[in-house]
């Protein structure tokens, strides 16, 4: 009855029980969204780095360098000569390294120069072909095959730098060999080739061409044309080493006595979220915010609503209701809003995490297809805000139990 | 049924008044006028439990309410107390129907929808159920308040000038519906008003002064 009554009292008064519920729902959805992206997010870049302890590249900014050869979002520091880093590849600490170079692309997808390393680095096998042999060779990553309209057997020329339009190296066509599962990765969005591949094409150049403005120029051409074979270059090395020495020993090594530079992963996305991390937390506070003002909404509710009822509650008392009962009442009230709110918000920020996902992966490779489940720290947020609520209506549920009947009642 | 032995109260300000004792069986009318500030609410408010005399003794269906703690003095008068108030109050956001079964719903009985229906008939107010009580007229209200404390089958009805905002037509239905259905319950009936219109319906007759 006390419940039923709860809810009647919500419903003859809409417009307040739709302000209070709104700012709960969008209060729980921006929290819960971001928890949501916040801990995908975070795991979907430290699955990236899975496995390169330090990354080889070209003197620059070290993000610079990690975001365009781990993650493939920026552009590369510049080419390195892999005769420079072959002892460091050589070395014994060293379990694996994998040397890529970029430089082209097809519809936007960046075609990645490297060996058959990279894919053993993600334990990867085409899904249909096989994977690519000679020069000119390409296996494609799912996401690029799919949108680029790529099956095997198909033909296409790179599109010289990483951009949209620029040189189209028409006179070279890349072949379709093998096409890769599904990772939900940047590799996803690659097209991989042999380093062969892009030596060649680039070597084939008799003139320098002549770049458009705003193109991207990953290439030293001019060296790279009066090169001869041995000295080939590569846009970076990723490192894995057997045991943490290297870790501790390599970067030092390299950035002090060559004119390349070591960046180790794991920090530089330690930096890059501690930056990032600062908008995170005024958002969350935002979120916060919104759910405070929930609280202070349903608050204001209350007093008013059990102030306008109090002959109501007095009358409950003269009817045989207890003053428990009024307690229970006007907590009902909150709690009913509360949760009703946060259910509100928990399919709401599932519905926004839905629409997130696609534009986050074409955007930045991070695949929030995990983003879903809900988690103890959504469970604790959710109890937070309904317990917020539940304190909101302390005061006046304390109001309504304290009520002197026969005065309300007198006064009638 | 109800019965009272040299009742007092002491207002905030020390103002003592005393209270002539009073017995009521059931069935009965029981009549009390006096002007205003003779402490008719203030009498009426301690027959309910409401507020505790500083003297004296209200005993009603045999027990002294005077030993009830809050919540058991509750729970006594939503079972053994029906209160009509001058200006009836009602749940607004549920319907009259509702707000009738409330007090069955309080004090944990069965509601009966039969008898809803028979007492609701027998007070005209039966087409008036699923509305809201802000639609019904002062009359239907007031009918509908005496339906709602007679339903859970009360020992004592105590009525708070129930007719005070009344018209002459709608004050002698009330009255006489009021000890009509007191008497049909076998409910003992205390009366509280200044309105003269109604020493004339009733015998039993106390004055306050």
Known sequence: MIFRIAIRNLLHKPLYTVLCWLLLACSTTVLLVLWALNRQARQQLEKQIDGVDLVLGAKGSPLQLILSSVYHLDNPTGNISLAEAAPFMDNPMVESAVPISLGDSYHGFR?????QAYLDKYHLKPAEGKV?????EVVAGAEAARKAGLTLG??????HGLGKTGHVH?????TVIGILPSTGLAIDQLLLTPLESVW?????????????EGEEHDHDHEAEEKQEAPDRQVTAVLLKFRSPMGQLTFPRMINENTNMQAAVPAIEINRLQSLLGTGAKVLRALGWLLAGLAACSIFVTLVQGTHERRYELALIRTMGGSRGKLLLLVFAEAFLLGVLGVITGIALSRVALLLLQQELFAGYHLNFSG???????????????VGACMLAALLPAVRAFRLNIAKTLANA | MIQTRELSYTYPGGRVIRFPDLACQAGETLLITGPSGAGKTTLLHMLAGLIPPANGTVEIAGTNIGGLNTRSMDAFRGRYIGIVFQRSHFIGSLSVRDNLMMPLHLTGSRPDKNQLQEVAQSLGIDHLLHQLPARLSQGEQQRASIARAVLPAPNVILADEPTASLDDRNCEAVARLLSEQAARHK???LIVTHDNRLTSLFPQHIQLT
């Open chain 1, 132 to 136: 690519f042999g000679k020069s000119m």
């Open chain 1, 154 to 159: 198909s033909t296409f020329s790179g599109t």
């Open chain 1, 111 to 115: 075609i990645i120069g490297t060996t």
């Open chain 1, 200 to 212: 060649d094409i680039h070597a084939t150049h008799e003139a320098p061409h002549v770049h458009e």
């Open chain 2, 187 to 189: 409910a003992a009936l």
């Open chain 1, 170 to 174: 028409e006179d070279q066509q890349y």
């Open chain 1, 371 to 385: 983003a879903m489940p809900l988690t103890a720290a959504d469970g604790i947020t959710a109890a937070a805000i």
